[in-house]
C-alpha cells in the first residue's frame, strides 16, 4: 500500500476508500484510478461517495457495453482489458473512433450533455469495468467543484489525445506511426527490448488508421531497424534506433 499523500496543513490523505473493499478494488487498481484526471486529488472520502452505486464487472470478449443512439446512462473506466468504441456509418460499415485501455474513462461526454452514446462500445477482449450509473455521478458533480474541474481535465486530455492522433495521420508515415506505438509500449528508451502487443493485428491497425494489410508491410519495414515479430511479441533490438524512426524531430 502506498503510503499516504500529505494534503494541505498536514491533513493525511486515506491510502484505500472504504468503497475500495466492497468493489474488490485492489491497491493497484485504486491507485490507477487517482492517476487518472477524472479522480485526481480526490479525498478517499469524495471517492467513497463518488463510487457509491458503482460497480466492478466482467466482460467477455466481443461483449457490447453500449449502441450507438442507446440512452446514456453509464460510464466507464477500464481496469483490465481493451475496450473499442466504433461509429455505424449509413452503409452499415463501422468505423472505429478509439480504443480504450487500463485507466481510461469513457462516455464522460454522453452522459454529461448528448444525452445518448454517439458511438457502439464493445469489450474487444476479456475484460474488468469500473461501471459508474449517470444519475449518481451527476448528481455528485453538482455538489463537488473538485469533481467538476476533474472531469473538465479528463475531456480535455481527451480532445488533446485526439488531436494528437489526427496530427499523427496526417503528419507521419504508416510506418512512423507504428514505430510511436511500439515505443510507447517500451519500458525503456535504450537498450533492446521484448513487448507483447496488447491487441490483435486487426485492432492495432485500426487504431493507427491503417488497413491491416498495411499494418503487416509496415512491420515487414521495421525489420530494418532491428525489429522482429513472433505471434503477439515484438522483439526490438534497439530502442533508440527506432526511437529515431519514430521521433525524427528529436533528432
Keep these: 500500500m502506498a503510503a499516504p499523500i500529505m494534503r494541505g496543513a498536514g491533513g493525511p490523505e486515506d491510502a ?3 468503497v475500495a473493499g466492497r468493489l474488490g478494488l485492489s491497491a493497484e487498481d485504486v491507485e490507477c484510478l487517482r492517476a487518472m484526471p477524472l479522480f485526481s486529488g480526490l479525498t478517499a472520502q469524495q471517492l467513497d461517495a463518488l463510487l457509491a452505486d458503482a460497480a466492478v464487472r466482467s466482460y467477455s470478449r466481443h461483449s457490447v457495453l453500449f449502441v450507438q443512439g442507446d440512452v446514456a446512462d453509464r460510464l466507464f473506466v ?16 463501422e468505423i472505429t473512433i478509439h480504443i480504450f485501455g487500463r485507466g481510461e474513462s469513457l462516455a464522460e461526454a454522453a452522459i454529461l450533455q448528448l444525452g445518448r452514446y454517439p458511438v457502439t462500445g464493445e469489450a474487444v477482449e476479456a475484460s474488468r469495468l469500473l461501471v459508474i450509473p449517470a444519475a449518481g455521478f451527476l448528481a455528485r458533480l453538482r455538489q463537488d467543484s473538485d469533481l467538476c474541474f476533474n472531469i473538465m481535465a479528463a475531456l ?10 489526427l496530427e ?3 503528419a507521419r508515415s504508416s510506418t512512423e506511426r507504428l514505430a510511436l ?3 510507447g509500449l517500451c519500458p525503456r528508451r535504450h537498450g533492446s527490448c521484448i513487448v507483447e502487443l496488447p491487441l490483435d493485428k486487426t485492432l492495432i491497425a485500426a487504431r493507427l488508421g491503417m488497413q491491416p494489410e498495411t499494418l503487416s508491410r509496415c512491420l515487414a519495414r ?7 515479430t513472433k505471434g503477439h511479441r515484438v522483439i ?16
Design 16 to 18: 484505500l476508500p472504504a
Design 78 to 93: 477500464v481496469l483490465d482489458g481493451w475496450v473499442r468504441v466504433m461509429r455505424t456509418t449509413r452503409e452499415g460499415g
Design 156 to 165: 480535455a486530455r481527451r480532445l488533446h489525445g485526439f488531436i494528437q492522433q
Design 168 to 170: 499523427q495521420l496526417s
Design 181 to 183: 506505438m511500439l515505443v
Design 222 to 228: 521495421l525489420r530494418k531497424v532491428g525489429v522482429r
Design 236 to 251: 526490438i533490438e534497439d530502442v533508440t534506433r527506432l526511437r529515431a524512426l519514430a521521433h525524427p524531430e528529436e533528432e
